[in-house]
Nanobody
Framework: VQLQASGGGLVQAGGSLRLSCTAS????????MSWYRQATGKSRELIAR????????IPRHMRGGRFTISRDGSKNTIYLHMNNLRPEDTAIYYC??????????????WGKGTQVTVSS
């Protein structure tokens, strides 16, 4: 499975971006795809996770409503809609997938990351 993320870039504070991540290869019908981010000097953190059935997991620190994860199952693509961006959102954003069924149960995959820079 390969994950290709896109949509990052430079945006002013208060602006919006939409990231996309498309999975290619043998992603089992039961799976979860997620967005993580890693700022310079900080550990990687989970932003949001969405399963193939649309169920979402949003960590408490990300429940402010500025970020929304969605999924187009027909395209094996997830999106991260980011609104009211702040300079502290500057980070590399990574796409992640995990197999939740089949012979590859537990296998995890990471995309290369896309840079998001928010200027003040």
């Amino acid at each position: 499975v390969q994950l290709q993320a896109s949509g990052g870039g430079l945006v002013q504070a208060g602006g919006s971006l939409r990231l996309s991540c498309t999975a290619s290869g043998s992603l089992f019908s039961e799976n979860a795809m997620s967005w993580y981010r890693q700022a310079t000097g900080k550990s990687r953190e989970l932003i949001a996770r969405i399963k193939e059935d649309g169920a979402k997991e949003i960590p408490r620190h990300m429940r402010g409503g500025r970020f929304t994860i969605s999924r187009d199952g027909s395209k094996n693509t997830i999106y991260l809609h980011m609104n009211n961006l702040r300079p502290e959102d500057t980070a590399i954003y990574y796409c992640h997938a995990v197999q939740l069924g089949g012979k590859d149960y537990g296998e995890e995959y990471w995309g290369k990351g896309t840079q998001v820079t928010v200027s003040s």
